[in-house]
């Protein structure tokens, strides 16, 4: 489990990019995925967008900054 004092790492990852399930200070659960490269990383979010489409079940999906 990793301590980092903003999250703790409850499971590692589920496919080739690093990342794993964390759990927040205010109890939210997220799965992150690191991906080597940034533009890979961004390529991923308007697709998902797209899937989020209304009546359509998914996760949301965002890209932020790797801290």
Do not use: H, T
């Not at 990342?19 to 390529?43: H, T």
């Not at 797209?50 to 359509?56: I, T």
Request: aromatic share 8%; proline share 10%; glycine share 12%.
């Amino acid at each position: 489990m990793l301590k980092n004092g903003r999250r703790v790492q409850l499971e590692g990852k589920k496919g080739l990019n690093p990342g794993g399930l964390f759990q927040a200070p205010d109890c939210s659960q997220w799965y992150c995925r690191f991906p080597a490269d940034e533009n890979v990383a961004k390529s991923e979010v308007p697709p998902s967008k797209l899937y989020c489409a209304p009546g359509r079940p998914a996760e949301e999906v965002s890209g932020c900054g790797r801290r």
